[in-house]
């Protein structure tokens, strides 16, 4: 198969007229029966790389995913290109009908979860009809040392083994070097078939802010940002909480997601969100790895994510479309605290490896360089030092060198026996004499009084930076101890250097040219039109409006306003199905203008 027959089916079926990063090189080598591990980007269009070879090679492709939403989803746009697909769930009712339609040969794509593929009778189904490819998403999921370890995913290898002759295309977006050997070790992939893509989002602007007042600050991002949003808040409580306060404080559509929601509930909730071109969704981590929407203007974090890997991939939640999008997250001292104090739950093989992350993640939260180039050197790559578009370089922080009032802070936490909270050790040091402090004999202290009124102010932004680091831990009771690398910083070997945000505290200023969160930039009123006739066409076919076009498609639309079927089938994202069921429509609405 040549890279014009690619091509042209690329352009048929998808409606593209080229290939993205690294899809071409993954496409050949399945085209080419080789077995591959794709490390790609979220929104970089892995999907693509097993479904056009479905349409291409003769059988069935068998596409395992970890969430019935997630397939449902990719179902739906795959239907929507003219692709003959079909899942496997216990949400499916036609069961019997679609293994028919595999048996008959008559499915390019089947959707099954890794519980499902692993049962014998599964593996019998297979028997029965002729294979093109497994493709395994989210292939993290195999090694236990990847950020969302599913065990089931283990039980793949052997059913893949007994189909040796049908290839194998792994694929995930968030995989350092030593997960990405696990996986090709757990899958029975050959070194030589890893493909890595750059793992930058160019146009994901990164925000990280000390949280103060959440509710204000997650109402001045949603003014900024009128588009689909995701929250992720890190309890069931704070999540119902900060739905129900944000629909308040903005009068905009914000609706909770969790587990502990009644499934019908949760359910409504996500098909509203996904359907929804303006609504926000405040969720736990549990939401979103299971959404194609590729029109999420921004992600928040209300609390610090597990690690940088998970944060990498909720982030990458946002501007799947390649429009620019929003990452914002804020944080608190106690979020670190409360981290590392669940660190000791953890089986102690593993406990070392979730320190690492931990302090990975306090690094780039205290950085006060660029934080996408620290982002990707923890990802192996050697990016540039600033990116542009990212808070610390569009608003540099004051960098300053806060080593002496660290000392005097863990001194003060280390003399007053190290149970006292922040307030109090913050009194000692500012020679705040109260009746507390002069029942302790604390007054009495080397350290009290010793901080200037300059330092004074230094004080809070120092404690959460070593709150951050692990070198202050919070004790059973609430108080203040020592810990990680203090002494170090006592003795002078370490220095404590602290990043100050400029005031006052912008979200993302949008540059000149640039859309940031509007989806239509220069007002034009056919762009509202075609947007309205899509969200019409969605509503009457019961789909999400980007599974009809995105919204980059429409743009294009309004601006090289076509006049015929021919010009418009040469509109990106407008293939061969989508011309035949809605060219007519939108053709007559562009002509009306």
């Given at each position: 198969?040549?890279?014009?027959?690619?091509?042209?089916?690329?352009?048929?079926?998808?409606?593209?007229?080229?290939?993205?990063?690294?899809?071409?090189?993954?496409?050949?080598?399945?085209?080419?029966?080789?077995?591959?591990?794709?490390?790609?980007?979220?929104?970089?269009?892995?999907?693509?790389?097993?479904?056009?070879?479905?349409?291409?090679?003769?059988?069935?492709?068998?596409?395992?995913?970890?969430?019935?939403?997630?397939?449902?989803?990719?179902?739906?746009?795959?239907?929507?290109?003219?692709?003959?697909?079909?899942?496997?769930?216990?949400?499916?009712?036609?069961?019997?009908?679609?293994?028919?339609?595999?048996?008959?040969?008559?499915?390019?794509?089947?959707?099954?979860?890794?519980?499902?593929?692993?049962?014998?009778?599964?593996?019998?189904?297979?028997?029965?009809?002729?294979?093109?490819?497994?493709?395994?998403?989210?292939?993290?999921?195999?090694?236990?040392?990847?950020?969302?370890?599913?065990?089931?995913?283990?039980?793949?290898?052997?059913?893949?083994?007994?189909?040796?002759?049908?290839?194998?295309?792994?694929?995930?977006?968030?995989?350092?070097?030593?997960?990405?050997?696990?996986?090709?070790?757990?899958?029975?992939?050959?070194?030589?078939?890893?493909?890595?893509?750059?793992?930058?989002?160019?146009?994901?602007?990164?925000?990280?802010?000390?949280?103060?007042?959440?509710?204000?600050?997650?109402?001045?991002?949603?003014?900024?940002?009128?588009?689909?949003?995701?929250?992720?808040?890190?309890?069931?409580?704070?999540?119902?909480?900060?739905?129900?306060?944000?629909?308040?404080?903005?009068?905009?559509?914000?609706?909770?997601?969790?587990?502990?929601?009644?499934?019908?509930?949760?359910?409504?909730?996500?098909?509203?969100?996904?359907?929804?071109?303006?609504?926000?969704?405040?969720?736990?981590?549990?939401?979103?790895?299971?959404?194609?929407?590729?029109?999420?203007?921004?992600?928040?974090?209300?609390?610090?994510?597990?690690?940088?890997?998970?944060?990498?991939?909720?982030?990458?939640?946002?501007?799947?479309?390649?429009?620019?999008?929003?990452?914002?997250?804020?944080w608190g001292a106690d979020d670190f605290a409360r981290a590392r104090m669940r660190l000791g739950e953890i089986e102690e093989e593993r406990r070392a490896g979730e320190r690492t992350r931990l302090d990975a993640l306090a690094a780039l939260v205290e950085t006060g360089t660029c934080r996408r180039a620290l982002l990707l050197r923890h990802f192996g790559e050697d990016p540039p030092e600033r990116c542009g578009n990212c808070d610390n370089c569009r608003e540099a922080p004051g960098?300053?060198?806060?080593?002496?009032?660290?000392?005097?802070?863990?001194?003060?936490?280390?003399?007053?026996?190290?149970?006292?909270?922040?307030?109090?050790?913050?009194?000692?040091?500012?020679?705040?004499?109260?009746?507390?402090?002069?029942?302790?004999?604390?007054?009495?202290?080397?350290?009290?009084?010793?901080?200037?009124?300059?330092?004074?102010?230094?004080?809070?932004?120092?404690?959460?930076?070593?709150?951050?680091?692990?070198?202050?831990?919070?004790?059973?009771?609430?108080?203040?101890?020592?810990?990680?690398?203090?002494?170090?910083?006592?003795?002078?070997?370490?220095?404590?250097?602290?990043?100050?945000?400029?005031?006052?505290?912008?979200?993302?200023?949008?540059?000149?040219?640039?859309?940031?969160?509007?989806?239509?930039?220069?007002?034009?009123?056919?762009?509202?039109?075609?947007?309205?006739?899509?969200?019409?066409?969605?509503?009457?076919?019961?789909?999400?409006?980007?599974?009809?076009?995105?919204?980059?498609?429409?743009?294009?639309?309004?601006?090289?306003?076509?006049?015929?079927?021919?010009?418009?089938?040469?509109?990106?994202?407008?293939?061969?199905?989508?011309?035949?069921?809605?060219?007519?429509?939108?053709?007559?609405?562009?002509?009306?203008?």
């Open positions: 198969m040549t890279r014009p027959d690619l091509l042209e089916t690329l352009h048929t079926t998808f409606g593209f007229s080229a290939f993205r990063g690294v899809q071409a090189r993954v496409i050949e080598r399945v085209m080419a029966r080789q077995s591959t591990l794709a490390v790609m980007p979220t929104g970089a269009g892995k999907s693509l790389t097993y479904q056009l070879p479905s349409v291409m090679l003769e059988g069935t492709c068998v596409v395992i995913s970890p969430l019935i939403a997630l397939m449902h989803d990719q179902l739906r746009a795959a239907e929507a290109n003219g692709i003959r697909a079909a899942s496997l769930t216990s949400a499916d009712q036609n069961r019997e009908a679609t293994i028919e339609r595999f048996r008959g040969g008559e499915l390019d794509l089947l959707y099954v979860a890794p519980e499902r593929a692993s049962q014998p009778h599964f593996r019998e189904l297979l028997g029965a009809a002729k294979l093109s490819l497994f493709a395994i998403d989210e292939a993290h999921c195999v090694s236990e040392w990847g950020h969302d370890f599913r065990p089931d995913y283990r039980l793949l290898r052997p059913l893949m083994d007994a189909f040796a002759a049908v290839p194998r295309l792994a694929l995930t977006a968030t995989a350092d070097a030593h997960t990405r050997a696990d996986i090709l070790v757990q899958l029975g992939i050959a070194a030589e078939g890893l493909i890595v893509a750059g793992f930058d989002r160019p146009n994901i602007h990164y925000a990280i802010r000390h949280r103060d007042n959440p509710v204000r600050q997650l109402t001045r991002l949603m003014a900024e940002q009128p588009g689909p949003g995701i929250v992720y808040a890190p309890t069931r409580r704070k999540t119902e909480e900060l739905a129900e306060k944000l629909a308040d404080a903005t009068g905009r559509a914000v609706l909770p997601y969790h587990a502990g929601l009644d499934p019908a509930v949760r359910a409504a909730n996500q098909a509203r969100f996904v359907a929804s071109e303006d609504m926000v969704m405040v969720a736990t981590v549990a939401f979103g790895m299971g959404i194609d929407k590729p029109d999420v203007r921004f992600v928040a974090h209300a609390g610090i994510p597990k690690s940088i890997e998970a944060y990498y991939q909720e982030t990458g939640r946002a501007g799947r479309d390649g429009d620019p999008a929003l990452a914002l997250m804020l960098l300053i060198d806060a080593t002496q009032v660290a000392q005097k802070l863990l001194s003060a936490v280390y003399r007053t026996g190290q149970s006292f909270g922040y307030g109090h050790i913050e009194k000692v040091l500012a020679g705040a004499s109260d009746e507390r402090i002069v029942q302790r004999g604390h007054d009495r202290l080397s350290v009290f009084g010793i901080v200037s009124e300059e330092e004074a102010h230094l004080l809070r932004p120092v404690v959460r930076a070593l709150q951050a680091r692990g070198s202050l831990i919070a004790t059973e009771h609430g108080g203040l101890a020592l810990g990680g690398d203090a002494r170090a910083i006592l003795r002078g070997e370490l220095t404590v250097p602290i990043a100050i945000a400029p005031k006052p505290e912008k979200v993302h200023k949008t540059r000149r040219g640039e859309r940031g969160g509007a989806v239509n930039p220069v007002g034009d009123p056919l762009f509202e039109a075609l947007r309205a006739l899509r969200r019409d066409r969605a509503a009457g076919l019961g789909v999400p409006p980007y599974v009809v076009f995105h919204d980059s498609t429409l743009r294009e639309m309004a601006e090289r306003r076509p006049a015929t079927l021919a010009e418009m089938g040469e509109i990106g994202g407008v293939g061969a199905r989508k011309l035949e069921a809605h060219g007519e429509a939108f053709l007559e609405l562009i002509q009306a203008y």
